[in-house]
């Protein structure tokens, strides 16, 4: 009997690509246009030919897939269902890198190691993870199911579930235990300027206090 289950992960990679790009008007275009989707694609052939003892075959698949997207998957990294890459030039992923379901990649991002580590050298998204556009998560690091990680941070440290980080380094903010609408890059949490805010508040606090009692001498 011929196995079909390829099937439905196709099915449900196209549709995925649907919910999370506005941008996109079918799903053919997905399909034929989309380098992240074809990206996606090589990267299960190459899989397949690296799991069945040819990876030079492998590899070529991957290099070629790079050349023609712009992004550059290792065959051995692993890959969940219903992962999006949007747009995606310039992303790479590297060889011990797990990506878990229903993760979102932005342009620019990535996944890589601090050439220091050995043998889980990359790191790991679990369910749900959204990754912004230029991000850098380094090291065989865990960022936690929800997580989102925002434009342009540098991460090199775990990050819990159902957090945000940004900035570089990544610093998190828990969002009240919720995951963040994936599409929403720009209106997150500062801490840096939360922290300074605060300082700023208890400042003009104090110096009202001193004022007040100044005037009740």
Known sequence: MIDISWLSEYKESVQAFLDHDPAAKSKLEIIFLYPGFRALRGHRHAQWFLNHGMPFIARAISQRAARKTGIEIHPAARIGKRVCIDHGTGIVIGETCEIGDDCLIYQGVTLGGTGKDTGKRHPTLEH??????????????????????????????????????????????????ERVDDLDQINLPDPVMQAITANAEKIQELEEKIKRLEENK
């Open 128 to 177: 749900g993870v959204m990754v912004g556009s230029g991000a850098k998560v380094l090291g065989p690091i865990t960022i936690g199911h929800n997580a989102k990680v925002a434009a342009g941070a540098v991460v090199v440290k775990d990050v819990e579930p159902n957090s945000t980080v940004v900035g570089i380094p990544g610093r998190v903010v828990r969002i009240d235990g």
